[in-house]
């Protein structure tokens, strides 16, 4: 059997290795249009800063060593350019030497990745735009930027890729500005989960702009000038692209396999395309979306490896399928963690799927011993208990518990088994009751009607003839800053001070993080107080909405803080 891989990477390295542990005897052929395979593109942004230090280590596998372990024929700097799959042949040109040839395979395994999306943009075309997709692309960011020592760059796109080179480039002692189509970064979290971040970006001082495509860019006295939607302009000596990726479709579409409806190559369960005898796998194909089965393109490095492997058992006869990507993903911003599994709000609402929401922030490990860190923990799940996603934000411990919903997400867990799931303790790792715990027992009680929760966005569903805002903090925590409109009475004072509240209204209470809310909210009901509910999250997921979100010009956090509470009111 012959086997030819298109793309070297991520899905085709591990396809290849994969199928040579199946088959001794089989023969390989990996095509890579670049000089390298199996090489780290999930570290590149991270030399930028020189966090990591040198190119080899970036270099996971060279083409020698990776062919003489697995046997395998590499050919780098050869690029397919037509599939015929009646003749079951390939087109391949080779940048060395300039000549085309043909190869003949058995079974093709297509893993071409994806290409960065360059925005039409009036005068773009005009510039050098940098990218960052493999080590060619690092190592000439690295060298125009030591020729030309830019004082200012501009990173397009707030998404994973774009926020880690801004923060690589920022840790590198350089200006950095994002500019971003959308009202918030970082597109896999719900608005109000990337409003945590953007006050984290602000902390250290990168510029960015929301809400405010560029329109055009233009040349003026030796710098770009991009002028945004807004009319501002931002002057900048560089530009680097980090506004996504589109699957490398071209030369299937050509091929005249199927293109499914995202844009990504079709594929079946087996990963096999509209050819059975071409297999397609990685950031080039269309997915099924884990938690609602609809078709997807989710560009992940662990998909596509998985994927890989899975191509090559069913091309040697050990039939897998492949289940769908759930979109398991996380990223460091500064002492920040963010990580996500699952379908996000957003989507839930575009495909119109039922869902619920909690809130929690819970300390990453025990409050008493030293060093814990706050999870802000969102978690969306179905009327029936279905966990259908999570989100967190935080600075330690983030991993373990997404990676832990996301177990449960396969596992088909329901949010009460979340109550349940025995996660290791000591003082410095976690809490008696995890905060992947405490997301359960919070949800649940909503799915129980335990208690009523409202979101940090619905307080204008509420007449405020109507209703109470009622926060049940002390009042030094009060000091610090209230919801408009709310009176407080402390928990503890609130047996006591039942006569203050009127019990035909309704009475929104809200505490820091929802937790002496909810045992607010359980007096009150026990005491005859028929509507209440409770700020799921509390004053802790409502603030961060409330305060700019953008940080242009450059100025401290410090001064937004103050700025922000009376600017959240004219927004
Ligand atoms: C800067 C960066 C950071 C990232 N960070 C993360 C991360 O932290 N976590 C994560 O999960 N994912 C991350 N990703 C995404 C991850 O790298 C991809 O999802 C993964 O590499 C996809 O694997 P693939 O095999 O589909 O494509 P790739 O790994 O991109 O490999 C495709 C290869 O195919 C070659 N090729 C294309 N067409 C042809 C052709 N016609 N002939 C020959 N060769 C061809 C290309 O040159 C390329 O080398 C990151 C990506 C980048 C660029």
Known sequence: MKVVIIGGVAGGASAAARLRRLDEKAEIVIFERGSYVSFANC??????????????????????LLGKRFNLDIRIRQ?????????????????????????????????????????????????????????????????????NKPKKIVVFGAGYIGIEIAENLKKAGLNVTI???????????????????????????VEFYLSDPVQSITHNSGCNVLELSSGKEVKTDMIIMGVGVRPENALAKEAGLEIGITGGIKVNDYLQTSDPDIYAVGDAIEINDY????????PLAGPANKQGRIAAGNICGIKKSYNGTQGTSIIKVFDMTIATTGNNEKLLKRKDIEYQKSYTHSPSHAGYYPGAEPISLKLLFSPNGQILGAQ???????????????????????????????????????SAKDPVNMAGYVANNILKGDVEVFHWDEFTQYDSNDSIILDV????????????????????????????????????????????????SRILKL???????????????????????DNCPLYSFEKILKSDIIEADTR
């Open 473 to 520: 903090r002390k009042t030094d925590e009060c000091e610090e800053g209230m919801i408009e409109g709310a009176i407080n009475i402390p928990l503890d004072e609130l047996r006591e001070r039942l006569a203050e509240l009127d019990k035909n209204k309704m009475i929104l209470i809200y505490c820091q993080v929802g937790l002496r809310g909810y045992l607010a």
């Open 179 to 205: 500019i971003e189509l959308m009202n918030q970064i970082l597109g896999p979290l719900d608005y109000e989960m990337a409003t945590l971040v953007h006050q984290h970006l602000k902390e250290n001082e």
């Open 291 to 298: 938690i609602s089965g609809n078709p997807a393109l989710i």
């Open 79 to 147: 690029e397919v350019t037509h599939i015929d799959k009646t003749e079951k042949i390939v087109k391949v040109h080779n940048h060395v030497t300039g000549e085309t040839y043909i190869e003949n395979y058995d079974k093709l395994v297509l893993s071409p990745g994806a290409k960065p999306f360059i925005p039409p943009i009036k005068g773009i075309d005009a510039n050098k735009v940098f990218g960052l997709r493999d080590i060619p692309d690092v190592l000439s960011i690295e060298n125009y930027i030591q020729e």
């Open 392 to 430: 967190a934000v935080g600075k330690e411990g983030v991993d373990k518990r997404i990676d832990v919903i996301a177990t449960a997400i396969r596992a088909g867990l329901k949010v009460a088994d979340l109550e349940e799931l025995e996660l290791c303790y000591a003082p410095p790792y976690g």
């Open 43 to 64: 570290g590149l942004p991270y030399y930028l800063s020189g966090t990591i230090q040198s190119k080899e280590d970036l270099v996971v596998q060279t083409p020698e």
């Open 527 to 549: 005491k005859g107080f028929n509507r209440v509910k409770n700020l799921s999250g509390g004053y802790k997921t409502y603030y961060p909405t409330t305060c700019r979100q």
